[in-house]
């Protein structure tokens, strides 16, 4: 998924394929190819990088150095082009977009070593890419085709066309010729249809196809750039006027400020399917199995290949409730807040880190984004310094300490009894309006980027928390607020 650029939106398209055994054994060669390439490129930039190192380490000087070895695509697909017919003589049986995908991966992988080492990438730091392994390196190939935008796709709308060495196809045995022709539709589960018609009335265009395998499947991801007024226009759901605050948890995926109708229940919970605690035992058996067979059987690959598409299912059926809440909140809402939170420091909890990562929180709020995005709905994200939790929704009297097992709040200055999590979130959504209101007053941002400050005096003290600044957040008005948001 990408961000929006002048009017512009690029989405990731996937369609689940359904290969036969030769298309599986060739879309396995191609990967081998792409792989082969991006280890073609990192050898010769770091057997570059080593020649120089001994050289400036014999005291030459650094003009007499031998010249170095340029990162760019360009230069290393020039360079390989030269030298293919020698280190790869089999290149006519795969397509050439096979090596152009490995050198691309290597030339991005260098490119983000040497941003993150030079502080200009932010982030986790990247380390030096290495090389890829046949038996751990996931199998993927990437495909351009700019010109003919309509023939990727089969006039049946249930194929997609896989692009085949010319070698092949130009070939002189009939038999290469005619096995050719088989391998050239990939069936796809779902119909292309809706995809066909953007590209067809010119409102989108295909930028890039990537076959990968993922999940234990083959799948084929179009990378669509198409303006935002042109989006297919999505089944509308009946809009609530107003705001909404998303609070994400364990027990319960999210927790919103009100309830709403086939979305929560009653006190607006979402249920969390835990899609991975449901399979773990079923998992546990497989990787007992796998460890007793010998290491290249047949039985072995079968186990392995049950094992990642358990995991598919694990991770679409994980996906499918975070579209679902996503799309219901994108479109009933104005404005949607959210907490800002560290997903990647959470995980370092380990009694924690395997329900964190069922829960999949940190792609819930890249899906809330987008579908804000795609929607039009204004998204805010409430500083994970604020507090949220401790705070009374209904007065704004901010609690010393609230342990984590306490799952109630109770307000020693008004009385309020509430649910943690549904306290929580409408003090997301109080804030997030706050937010958006002092951001709508100050469109340059100057005063206002979306998050307020950590603490009064911006010092970097950012694991305390002031009362007082949570308390002013509350609004003076807040014991008269209506009490529900009412279907327009």
């Known amino acids: 998924m990408g961000a929006a650029d002048e009017g512009f939106v690029t989405r990731a398209v996937v369609f689940t394929l359904d290969t036969s055994p030769a298309q599986d054994r060739m879309l396995r060669s191609y990967s081998g190819a792409a792989r082969f390439a991006y280890n073609w490129a990192r050898r010769t930039i770091v057997e570059n990088l080593e020649v120089r190192a001994g050289e400036r380490a014999a005291g030459v000087a650094e003009e007499a150095l031998t010249p170095s070895q340029s990162w760019s695509a360009y230069s290393l697909r020039k360079q390989f082009n030269q030298v293919k017919p020698e280190v790869a003589s089999w290149s006519g049986e795969v397509a050439k977009h096979c090596f152009d995908t490995g050198i691309i991966q290597a030339a991005e992988a260098f490119k983000n070593w040497s941003a993150s080492r030079n502080g200009e990438r932010a982030g986790v730091r990247v380390g030096f890419p290495g090389f890829k392994s046949r038996k751990t390196a996931k199998l993927s190939v990437s495909f351009v085709e700019l010109n003919h935008q309509l023939s990727w796709f089969h ?48 409102k ?107 995991h598919g299912r694990v991770t679409k059926t994980r996906a499918i409730a975070h579209h679902q809440l996503a799309n219901q909140l994108a479109a009933r809402f104005d404005l949607v807040g959210v907490e800002d939170l560290n997903v990647r420091g959470m995980t370092h909890n380990r009694p924690l880190a395997r329900a964190l990562a069922d829960a999949g929180l940190g792609q819930l709020r890249t899906i809330i984004t987008t579908e804000c995005t795609d929607r039009g709905t204004n998204l805010v994200a409430v500083d994970r310094w604020y507090p949220s939790s401790k705070t009374c929704s209904n007065c704004g009297t901010v609690t010393a300490k609230l342990s984590l097992s306490q799952r109630t709040f109770d307000c020693t200055t008004c009385g309020t009894h509430i649910d943690r999590d549904v306290n929580a979130a409408r003090n997301i959504e109080r804030e997030a309006v706050r937010l958006h209101a002092q951001q709508q007053a100050d469109p340059s941002g100057l005063d206002v980027a979306g998050l307020r400050p950590e603490t009064r005096n911006a010092a970097l003290r950012t694991h305390k928390t002031e009362p007082a600044t949570a308390g002013a957040a509350v609004s003076v008005d807040a014991r008269t607020r209506q009490s529900h948001l009412r279907v327009a």
């Open 155 to 202: 006039p049946s709308r249930h194929a997609i066309r896989l692009m085949l060495p010319q070698t092949l196809l130009q070939s002189k045995n009939l038999h290469v010729r005619a096995k050719m022709q088989q391998l050239v539709w990939l069936h796809t589960v779902e119909s292309t249809r809706r995809l066909y018609r953007l590209v067809e009335q010119d």
């Open 204 to 310: 989108a265009t295909v930028q890039k196809v990537t076959i990968s395998y993922t999940g234990g499947r083959w799948q084929a991801s179009f990378m669509v750039r198409y303006q935002l007024a042109a989006r297919p226009q999505k089944r509308g759901h009946t809009r609530i006027a107003g705001s909404v605050g998303v609070d994400v948890g364990l027990t319960h995926l999210a927790t919103l400020s009100w309830p709403v109708p086939d979305v929560t229940d009653e006190d607006g919970h979402v249920h969390n399917p835990r899609p991975l605690a449901g399979q773990l035992e079923r998992l546990k058996d497989l990787d007992r199995r796998i460890a007793r067979c010998s290491d290249g059987s047949k039985n072995r690959a079968k186990l392995v290949r049950r094992r990642a598409r358990l």
